[in-house]
């Protein structure tokens, strides 16, 4: 897991909170790991890393398991509080895709 996948102490916080989400809808359904894992072309053991928080789910991979699950996206996000967001700092590449952006070619 790449240090960009994770906080000091583990998977980010949203993360565990999305993969909470993806268990909770696939238990009211009563779908199993495996069937999900099928739906999307997957191992059970990935979607339970998904669920765990460990492996980050990239959005076309949220898009299918929301179709798969009958939700929309915004589901993975109901209820998201703000101890879940992450400081914001500008990094280098923020700052010069700002720059770029406020720039007569980024118009």
């Not at 989400?21 to 997957?42: E, K, P």
């Amino acid at each position: 897991m790449s240090r960009d996948d994770t906080t000091q102490d583990g998977p980010h916080p949203v993360d565990i909170y999305v993969g909470q989400r993806v268990r909770m809808r696939r238990n009211q359904l009563g779908m199993s790991q495996s069937t999900l894992g099928d739906g999307l072309g997957l191992t059970f053991q990935q979607v339970q890393k998904y669920e765990r928080g460990a492996n980050r789910i990239s959005t076309s991979k949220l898009y299918e398991i929301a179709t798969v699950l009958s939700v929309p996206i915004t589901y993975f996000f109901e209820d998201l509080t703000l101890e879940h967001k992450i400081e914001n700092k500008p990094t280098a590449a923020l700052n010069r895709h700002q720059e770029y952006l406020s720039s007569p070619e980024g118009y």
